[in-house]
């Protein structure tokens, strides 16, 4: 999975998601390489992630029609260290405590 930024003109994220699918028998098959062109509005997540009404990552992924792997990785690139993701039933994306205390 490969990801990439870029800005729009009207100022909104568009992450740039290529999947290489790969064949083991190439001469049946021809490695195919498909991508998606994804217009994630990081604000509203911020939001939706401040007050909780984001907390997991497969309703991120069902959102925006990816995958939970790639939900993640979208998010871990964006937010960074700002972010953590918690496991188990109570778990899910919950801004870093240690990182907004250092930064307040």
Not at 58 to 77: E, I, N
Not at 87 to 101: D, E, L, M, S, Y
Request: net charge positive; aromatic share 6%; charged share 15%.
């Amino acid at each position: 999975m490969i990801c990439t930024n870029s800005l729009t003109s009207n100022g909104r994220s568009l992450l740039i998601a290529t999947d290489a699918a790969t064949s083991s028998n190439t001469n049946k098959k021809e490695n195919k390489m498909t991508s998606k062109n994804i217009i994630v509005d990081w604000d509203a997540i911020t939001i939706n992630l401040t007050n909780g009404t984001l907390t997991k990552i497969a309703h991120f992924a069902a959102q925006y029609g990816v995958s939970r792997p790639t939900a993640k990785k979208m998010l871990a690139d964006h937010y960074g260290t700002s972010i953590v993701f918690n496991r188990g039933r109570t778990g899910g994306i919950v801004f870093n405590p240690v990182a907004t205390t250092a930064t307040a």
